[in-house]
């Protein structure tokens, strides 16, 4: 059996980002700022896409799942009481060469890995970030950045038990930054010390917990599946009990062939009651649920996948990433799910000549007011589907003389280059079923293939 290789490069695909616009560094004219990271205007789209696509299967598809949007400082007993104060911390060692700092379970050997120089006794390092409320820097003011969205959600049970009038089994499900000052960062968007999370707490009488845990590790992975990741490129790790989290009585990574190997994409716990019992035992107001069907108080158990924004955004860029021969060039695209493109259409005139350009700004006008659509003049119109096809958009739309004669536009696919002509009038239904992922040669009335022998 032959080992996976990553579909792509790390530095082919940070040019891209940085090229085509999804990725910048941050503060870049300053010399850029460590692990931080600016979404630029083909990015945000991406990111939005993700994070719709999300909250669409996991809230707006689902009758037992409600939203929620807390706070990123909280009261600092939060953090106490979920343990983050004494637990949240990595095991330090420093080079007393180079004095770069590394985490210690990522250490081989007892040498520092960039200079071989020898290396510190290890040390604990709290990595959540601490800042202060109210204009006095003391102890009393002490808060924290959150290091994670699920502590908003657990503070909250009872007041969404209150007023979504849920009966469990059901979840809460939140989307929003979170801060850990990581020893170590790297690898582009994978790791850094300011990222968002996409996470659910899924509230289940105990008992069935183990049921529940099966179910969202199958339905996590799946939504990674249908939209467009390839299997070969996911697999399942189940922890150790070793590894397991202080909350957590099991957990499984959805692991993904990042461009450094495999690395975890998602994380899918069985944090049992520890969270609600803990808020409950500290804060002194009972989080018990009432089962009014058999008339019971407890403690409900969680299950809690937890994904990155981040994490995922660079997954679907290295599975989209797509290099193939186009004569004696390389035709590179990104052949991403249309649900998650940054972008739906592109309308390309054939001519900047006033009447087309005018008929074609017309096109362009209808179609944005359905899907975010961009308009292109400049250039071939072989380079520019060769720019299209390298930022993943779907489909272009060209409009050309004959379209002023016949009212009809050709519409070409960006993963096949395959086209059709279709009259003006059918344009947003047939690319409404296109990209709902009916086959384009699957012609609206009226339609026609229209084959173009060469794009230049």
């Keep these: 059996m032959t080992e996976a290789t990553p579909n792509v490069d790390?530095?082919?695909?940070?040019?891209?980002?940085?090229?085509?616009?999804?990725?910048?560094?941050?503060?870049?004219?300053?010399?850029?700022?460590?692990?931080?990271?600016?979404?630029?205007?083909?990015?945000?789209?991406?990111?939005?896409?993700?994070?719709?696509?999300?909250?669409?299967?996991?809230?707006?598809?689902?009758?037992?799942?409600?939203?929620?949007?807390?706070?990123?400082?909280?009261?600092?007993?939060?953090?106490?009481?979920?343990?983050h104060l004494e637990r949240m911390s990595d095991s330090l060692v420093e080079c007393k060469n180079c004095h770069l700092r590394w985490r210690a379970d990522e250490v081989k050997g007892e040498t520092c890995p960039s200079c071989d120089g020898e290396l510190t006794e290890s040390r604990q390092f709290n990595v959540m970030f601490k800042t202060f409320m109210g204009p006095v820097e003391e102890d009393?003011?002490?808060?924290?950045?959150?290091?994670?969205?699920?502590?908003?959600?657990?503070?909250?049970?009872?007041?969404?038990?209150?007023t979504a009038r849920k009966r469990l089994p059901f979840g809460i499900a939140q989307m929003g930054k979170s801060f850990r000052n990581e020893i170590t960062t790297g690898n582009f968007i994978f790791r850094s010390r300011e990222f968002e999370q996409m996470e659910i707490e899924f509230f289940v009488k105990p008992g069935t917990d183990g049921e529940w845990f099966r179910?969202?590790?199958?339905?996590?992975l799946k939504w990674y599946v249908d939209l467009g990741i390839r299997k070969e490129n996911l697999r399942l790790r189940p922890h150790g009990q070793e590894e397991l989290a202080h909350y957590a009585s099991m957990c499984s990574d959805v692991e993904y062939l990042f461009p450094m190997g495999?690395?975890?994409?998602?994380?899918?716990?069985?944090?049992?009651?520890?969270?609600?019992?803990?808020?409950?035992?500290?804060?002194?107001?009972?989080?018990?649920?009432?089962?009014?069907?058999?008339?019971?108080?407890?403690?409900?158990?969680?299950?809690?996948?937890?994904?990155?924004?981040?994490?995922?955004?660079?997954?679907?860029?290295?599975?989209?990433?797509?290099?193939?021969?186009?004569k004696d060039e390389v035709r590179v695209l990104l052949r991403f799910h249309p649900d998650i493109a940054p972008l739906k259409v592109a309308v390309l005139p054939l001519s900047r000549k006033e009447n087309l350009?005018?008929?074609?700004?017309?096109?362009?006008?209808?179609?944005?007011?359905?899907?975010?659509?961009?308009?292109?003049?400049?250039?071939?119109?072989?380079?520019?589907?060769?720019?299209?096809?390298?930022?993943?958009?779907?489909f272009c739309v060209t409009v050309d003389f004959q379209s002023l004669e016949d009212n009809r536009?050709?519409?070409?696919?960006?993963?096949?280059?395959?086209?059709?002509?279709?009259?003006?009038?059918?344009?947003?239904?047939?690319?409404?079923?296109?990209?709902?992922?009916?086959?384009?040669?699957?012609?609206p009335p009226g339609g026609e293939i229209w084959k173009v022998e060469k794009e230049d």
């Design 215 to 220: 179910y969202w590790v199958e339905e996590r």
């Design 357 to 394: 350009a005018a008929y074609a700004r017309d096109v362009y006008a209808d179609l944005r007011r359905e899907w975010r659509v961009e308009f292109d003049d400049t250039q071939s119109i072989g380079r520019r589907y060769r720019r299209q096809d390298e930022i993943g958009t779907p």
């Design 10 to 83: 790390m530095e082919k695909l940070v040019s891209l980002c940085r090229r085509r616009g999804f990725v910048f560094p941050s503060s870049e004219i300053y010399g850029g700022l460590s692990s931080s990271w600016d979404y630029g205007p083909l990015g945000v789209e991406l990111k939005r896409n993700i994070k719709e696509a999300w909250w669409r299967a996991v809230v707006r598809e689902r009758d037992d799942m409600v939203g929620l949007d807390t706070s990123i400082l909280m009261h600092p007993r939060v953090w106490a009481a979920s343990g």
């Design 262 to 326: 495999w690395a975890e994409l998602e994380g899918i716990a069985n944090r049992g009651d520890y969270d609600l019992r803990q808020h409950t035992a500290i804060s002194g107001k009972s989080l018990e649920y009432y089962d009014d069907a058999t008339r019971e108080h407890f403690i409900p158990y969680v299950i809690e996948p937890s994904a990155g924004v981040d994490r995922s955004a660079l997954a679907f860029l290295a599975d989209a990433y797509t290099e193939e021969p186009d």
């Design 409 to 443: 536009a050709t519409i070409r696919e960006r993963d096949t280059m395959n086209q059709i002509r279709v009259p003006i009038s059918e344009l947003k239904s047939t690319l409404s079923a296109k990209l709902g992922g009916e086959d384009l040669f699957v012609l």
């Design 140 to 162: 009393a003011s002490v808060v924290y950045l959150r290091p994670e969205t699920a502590q908003g959600i657990f503070v909250n049970f009872q007041n969404v038990v209150n």
